[in-house]
């Protein structure tokens, strides 16, 4: 015991952002085992949520000043585990997906009635879910695992969308979703694809050492960036914007434009600036051409709308264009 009290115990910042992953993994199985139960998932699994958001954010905050952290899990397929980093980039939009999940799950907390839509308790699971998985496809530093929460991520989204099922503009807007989500998520398999040279080791460290001539890393970038696109609603992959924020509740569509559509653009910038060792002139013409177009045609619709959540669909192309 003695020897034992001598071992200094501190837990680094992705030993944080871990629990808590797993802090909203076990909330959403409580919802499920809860689901009809509005006062309970309402009033104690919603703001433990946002709870884990704060202490994510907290624990980015600290993790943007740090050296890269990482970290190996025993999951995953044999040979290849499950691998973890956190460096700046990662860490500046985990406090994002943190500050913003954090006041969204407080408002979730008062957003369902009771005999509306589906049981409180599955979308409390959908919903934790999809916060779990958006932040391991910032902490992953391999294919495998971007993969895994990346797909996560876009059938839980999906989930969320389609709440209100019985209408057939809902399951309209919803299978268009999933149909250009997984569009997107071949774009990015290929482009991990290229990557990996053919040396068969999918972990990004191995990535970042290979060396790619200009016509594949290249291949890479556009594939990447139609990939991606697709997910943040670059045009013109952009058709499924304006049909799924008006489908999915109000929590869900704030959720998707100020988080998920980030995580495209965090992917991007991983692919492009650390994957990817040497960039191009001409990426960065393209880059602004297609933000400068995506910008303008959707602040335009954006000012014709009546929709509120249309409205916010186009304002959301927009400042998606103005980031890229």
Same mark, same amino acid.
């Given at each position: 015991?003695?020897?034992?009290?001598?071992?200094?115990?501190?837990?680094?910042?992705?030993?944080?952002?871990?629990?808590?992953?797993?802090?909203?993994?076990?909330?959403?199985?409580?919802?499920?085992?809860?689901?009809?139960?509005?006062?309970?998932?309402?009033?104690?699994?919603?703001?433990?949520?946002?709870?884990?958001?704060?202490?994510?954010?907290?624990?980015?905050?600290?993790?943007?000043?740090?050296?890269?952290?990482?970290?190996?899990? #025993?999951?995953?397929?044999?040979?290849?585990?499950?691998?973890?980093?956190?460096?700046?980039?990662?860490?500046?939009?985990?406090?994002?997906?943190?500050?913003?999940?954090?006041?969204?799950?407080?408002?979730?907390?008062?957003?369902?009635?009771?005999?509306?839509?589906?049981?409180?308790?599955?979308?409390?699971?959908?919903?934790?879910?999809?916060?779990?998985?958006?932040?391991?496809?910032?902490? #992953?530093?391999?294919?495998?695992?971007?993969?895994?929460?990346?797909?996560?991520?876009?059938?839980?989204?999906?989930?969320?969308?389609?709440?209100?099922?019985?209408?057939?503009?809902?399951?309209?807007?919803?299978?268009?979703?999933?149909?250009?989500?997984?569009?997107?998520?071949?774009?990015?398999?290929?482009?991990?694809?290229?990557?990996?040279?053919?040396?068969g080791d999918y972990?990004?460290?191995?990535?970042?050492?290979?060396?790619?001539?200009?016509?594949?890393a290249s291949a890479?970038?556009?594939? #990447?960036?139609?990939?991606?696109?697709?997910?943040?609603?670059?045009?013109?992959?952009?058709?499924?914007?304006?049909?799924?924020?008006?489908?999915?509740?109000?929590?869900?569509?704030?959720?998707?434009s100020g988080v998920?559509?980030?995580?495209?653009?965090?992917?991007?910038?991983?692919?492009?600036?650390?994957?990817?060792?040497?960039?191009?002139?001409?990426?960065?013409?393209?880059?602004?051409?297609?933000?400068?177009?995506?910008?303008?045609?959707?602040?335009?619709?954006?000012?014709?709308?009546?929709?509120?959540?249309?409205?916010? #669909?186009?304002?959301?192309?927009?400042?998606?264009?103005?980031?890229?």
């Open positions: 015991m003695d020897i034992l009290a001598t071992i200094p115990l501190k837990l680094l910042p992705i030993d944080v952002m871990l629990g808590v992953v797993v802090f909203w993994v076990v909330l959403g199985a409580l919802g499920l085992l809860a689901s009809q139960n509005l006062r309970f998932v309402g009033h104690v699994l919603f703001p433990l949520g946002a709870v884990g958001g704060l202490v994510l954010a907290g624990a980015g905050l600290i993790g943007m000043g740090e050296q890269p952290e990482t970290a190996i899990l #025993a999951l995953g397929l044999p040979g290849l585990p499950f691998h973890l980093r956190l460096d700046a980039l990662s860490a500046f939009f985990l406090v994002l997906l943190g500050a913003v999940s954090a006041g969204i799950s407080i408002y979730s907390a008062g957003y369902f009635r009771k005999d509306e839509g589906p049981p409180p308790g599955i979308y409390g699971l959908q919903y934790h879910f999809f916060l779990a998985a958006m932040a391991l496809v910032m902490l #992953a530093d391999d294919a495998y695992l971007f993969m895994v929460a990346w797909e996560t991520m876009a059938l839980s989204s999906y989930f969320l969308v389609v709440s209100n099922h019985k209408v057939p503009e809902v399951r309209r807007a919803g299978f268009l979703y999933l149909l250009i989500a997984h569009l997107g998520a071949i774009g990015i398999l290929l482009s991990f694809g290229v990557l990996q040279g053919g040396h972990t990004f460290a191995a990535m970042r050492a290979s060396q790619h001539s200009e016509f594949w890479t970038f556009l594939l #990447a960036l139609f990939g991606f696109g697709a997910k943040a609603g670059v045009l013109p992959l952009h058709v499924w914007l304006p049909e799924a924020h008006p489908a999915a509740p109000s929590p869900v569509s704030a959720l998707m998920m559509l980030k995580t495209a653009i965090y992917g991007l910038l991983r692919v492009t600036f650390d994957l990817l060792q040497a960039q191009q002139l001409w990426w960065g013409v393209l880059a602004l051409l297609l933000g400068l177009i995506t910008a303008l045609f959707g602040v335009m619709f954006a000012a014709v709308q009546t929709d509120m959540k249309r409205l916010l #669909a186009y304002s959301s192309i927009e400042n998606i264009g103005i980031i890229l």
